[in-house]
């Protein structure tokens, strides 16, 4: 059940077992490529295994799938930033504030 395996490699997350995360993270994007919050938690992983360039492939097909989560463009933000694409960075901070403001405008907030 994919819904278990997401739950368990988002332990595994907060747990840092980020190895551990990604085995998972990867069977339920074979399952479901159109999970977001798969991609998201695999740029994740691949941040903080020094991974750079997986990460921001990862971020970047969260954002793609799900545009309207502000957070996925704030780890995108931070990856750019932390590897000196500063100009990259301050494009995907703006562009999370604009999704965040624009969710809160209709009522809602991001998730």
């Not at 074979?30 to 992983?45: F, I, K």
């Not at 799900?66 to 990856?79: D, K, M, S, T």
């Amino acid at each position: 059940d994919p819904d278990i395996i997401i739950e368990l490699s988002d332990s595994l997350v907060t747990a840092e077992d980020y190895l551990g995360a990604t085995t998972f993270l990867k069977k339920v994007i074979a399952l479901h490529p159109d999970n977001s919050h798969a991609y998201y938690q695999l740029g994740t992983c691949c941040e903080a295994t020094g991974q750079i360039e997986e990460a921001k492939n990862s971020y970047k097909k969260a954002i793609d799938l799900e545009p309207r989560q502000a957070i996925y463009y704030q780890a995108l933000g931070f990856v750019y930033e932390n590897s000196g694409s500063h100009k990259d960075a301050i494009a995907c901070f703006k562009k999370a504030m604009d999704v965040d403001r624009s969710q809160k405008s209709r009522g809602g907030g991001a998730k």
